[in-house]
């Protein structure tokens, strides 16, 4: 469960990772940067996906 909330806060850390090298790359080249923004967009989905299946889980195995 400790390694599942790991990976839950990695996605953070690679969204802001691509979210910086999108804001580097933007004069010179504005595709890559806009790849890299929908890659960033979509970890932070992930993150909040994750952590509402991780809590809904947790309850299940409460009950």
């Known amino acids: 469960m400790k390694l599942q909330k790991f990976f839950q806060y990695a996605y953070l850390f690679f969204a802001v990772l691509f979210t910086y090298e999108a ?8 595709n890559r940067s806009y790849m890299l923004l929908v890659i960033a967009a979509l970890a ?4 909040f996906f994750r952590k509402r299946f991780a ?5 299940r195995n409460k009950k």
Do not use: H
């Open 23 to 30: 804001i580097v790359n933007w004069n010179s080249d504005r």
């Open 55 to 59: 809590k809904k889980m947790e309850e």
């Open 44 to 47: 932070v989905f992930m993150f």
